[in-house]
Structure formats: structure tokens, C-alpha cells
């Protein structure tokens, strides 16, 4: 065993992860959440909520955490190939031509993205939920250093499944790593809990992880929102979710193809009668002057 090449391996995915989660969270928590704090209405999307500073402290200490282990992981899967252990990778674009290697690596985030949807979906479920998925689900108004805050076991699992395919396919290291950073840096941007717009149609908008952190168990998508328009699991607004209101319940419940269980469209047209009621008491006192 060659202890020095592990090493350099290790030095190399432990500071380039832990690089590419400190430095662009600290940036946009320097640019938005302390320069401008005080036009928060102008940026912020969720303007009347701010994350208690011992949450804060908990994301960034959990999220440093994983990344050192998931990068450890990826530094020993490096030495591995390195040393000449089994993979599918292949170094020489001319092995495979220009067109293999653009259409396999498209392929790795479009099936990749595929198969994190329903992990993420199936740690919605109540078991693998209550055990792991509702750490992550602690922190409601997330920031970038939220992207890998969640129970260690979930961050292995997202990456097991963003690995798996470079044994499976041959597949060129260079797509796999753009892919995996562009991945890595959507993330950031959908926790960042700034109002970033749609960069690519297939990505959703900042608001639509934000919003999968305020309603729970909706918007399960990583990067390709369409999954959740094509699994019935995008958000209705004219619905109202919970912590409670699991996906398995929903369906159960109710009778309507991509409904979210009747109980919550009932609280919903409850909650909307109960607005519509306060605002006719509101308007009275107008109505009699005039
Ligand atoms: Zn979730
Ligand atoms: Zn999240």
C-alpha cells in the first residue's frame, strides 16, 4: 500500500471539498445575510424568518462534518483508481470519440438526477424520515452551509448513488466532475435562501427548494424540477402540506390522481374561508361610512 499517494489523495478531495462548500457559502452569507440585512425584503425569501444563530452554528459544524467523510470516501475511491482498481472511467477522450463522452456524461446527471429524486422522495417515507431525512428538515430557513447538514448516513447515500454509474458505464472523469460540482453548486444555490431565478429551464428556482423546506414532504427534485411535475409531487399552492402530511398518507387518503390527501385540501378551504371571514370583518366599518 502506497500510504503517500492515499495521502495526497485524501489532501486533495478533503481540502477541495471542504474549499468548494466554505468559500461560495461564506461568500453568499457575506453578501446577502450581512451586507444586506436590511433590505432582506428586496433578496430574501423568506423575509420574516431568520435562522436562530444556534442553528446556524449546528449547520455549518454538521455540513463540515459530512463533507470532510464524504470527501474521505471520494479520496480512498480516487487512490483506487489511482492504483489501478476496478472502475469504468477512462482517461482518453479518443477512446470512446467527443460524442460518447459529452452524451455518457449527460447521461450520468440525467439518470444520476433520476435516482436522487427517489431517494429523496423515499426519505420522505415516515420511517427513513423520522430516523435521518428530519435533520435535514431542521433547519427551515436554510442557508448555503444547509446544502449538506442532514444525518451522515443520508449524505452516504446520496453518495453512493452519484457514484455507482463509474462502475457501471464507462464514463470520462472530467464529465463526472463537472457534473458532480454543477450538482454540488446547484445545491448551494436552492439552500441559499436568496431569490436566485432559473438558470436552466430543467433547474427550478432558488424559491423551489425553499419551498421544500417550508411544506416538507413536496419539490423532492435535486436539480431537474420536471420529476416532480412528472411524479405529481410538485407543489399545488392551492394545497397546504405539513410535517405531518407524509406523500404515502396523501395518496392513501385521497381518491385524486397527484392530490395531497384530502385532510390537507380540507384545512386548506377551511383556512381560506377563515381569511375570506376576517377580511369581510375588516371591510365593515368601510361599508358603513360609505
Ligand atoms: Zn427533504
Ligand atoms: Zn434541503
Redesign the pocket.
Known sequence: MDYLLLLECLAITVGGGLTVYWLPSLALDWLYYKQRAEHAADWKLQPDRWAPKRLLKEERKLGTINMTAASVVSGILFYHVQTGGFSMLYFEVADYGWAYTIGSSIAFFVVGDLGLYWA?RW??RKGPYRFM?RV??RFRTPSAFTAVAAHPFEILTFQAIALAPIFIIPLHPGGVIAVLLYQHSVSLIDHSGVRFGMLFPWQGPAAFHDD?HVYFHVN?AQTIHWWDRMFGTWRRGELSYGEGSFVEDQQRESKLPLSYGQAAVEERCLARLEKKRSRRSLAKPEELSA
Open positions: 429523496h426519505m420522505h431525512h435535514h428538515h421544500h423532492f
